[in-house]
């Protein structure tokens, strides 16, 4: 599990200029300076809405009165938007905030990390939840963080669980709490059907993978025709 390292205001600055001239993408920024993608993106939400001098604000100083909090809970309960969305309609400098606004109104237990983040408390989920989480997390180049404010689960089960399915497979996502029927106490059609819902979770993380790979393949050709074109038009 990654843990954000404090930024100075210089590096948040120098991170900032290098994502806005496209010299570096956000994972790359992410594993250059030892911080999460959604750190990096909170980073540049600020920086774009605020500019320079919001980098060097701490979220946790910044006061807003009840009033404003129910209304952007209100907003994101109805669908108005996201939470950086909302963030930029209110003018709040860190769209983390709306995420505790949120689950505090959801009674969600939380605690705050050093980094200023939030961790979410573990709740129990479902084999069909825990397949779904595993495939928004692949889809979404694996951001922990993001996902666990989702599913509203922790960062800890959330890695967990692609672990697991590493390893095992979608029967790694399995809750095996509790004592469950041995196969010689299954009837071949039990046994049938459990096969079956296995492979069909298995194909389905597997697609989504492929889908992802597949996106990434796309984007990385079109990145190296740009560049391509880009020093043709250099050379004329």
């Not at 209100?74 to 709306?98: C, F, H, T, V």
């Not at 194909?203 to 050709?221: H, R």
């Amino acid at each position: 599990m990654r843990k954000n390292k404090r930024l100075s205001y210089e590096e948040k600055l120098l991170i900032c200029t290098i994502y806005e001239k496209g010299e570096g993408s956000l994972r790359q920024l992410a594993s250059q300076f030892g911080v999460s993608k959604s750190a990096i993106e909170v980073l540049i939400f600020k920086y774009s809405k605020f500019g320079a001098e919001a980098l060097r604000m701490q979220g946790m100083n910044q006061s807003y009165t009840e009033t404003l909090k129910n209304e952007v809970v209100e907003s994101y309960r109805n669908g108005a938007g996201s939470y950086y969305d909302l963030a930029l309609k209110y003018g709040i400098r860190n769209p983390s905030l709306i995420a505790r606004w949120v689950l505090g109104y959801n009674n969600i237990k939380t605690t705050h990390s050093e980094s200023g983040g939030i961790d979410i408390m573990g709740r129990k989920t479902t084999l069909d939840e825990r397949v779904k989480i595993v495939e928004y997390l692949i889809q979404n180049e694996f951001d922990y963080q993001g996902t666990s404010l989702k599913f509203e689960v922790s960062y800890q089960q959330v890695y967990t669980w692609y672990k697991k399915y590493q390893v095992f497979g979608v029967d790694g996502l399995s809750d095996k709490r509790g004592r469950k029927k041995q196969p010689d106490e299954l009837s071949e059609l039990e046994k049938l059907r459990r096969e079956n819902e296995r492979l069909k979770k298995e194909l389905y993380l597997s697609e989504a993978a492929k889908k992802v790979f597949k996106k990434k393949q796309e984007l990385e050709a079109k990145s190296h025709l740009t560049r391509l074109e880009t020093k043709k038009h250099m050379k004329q």
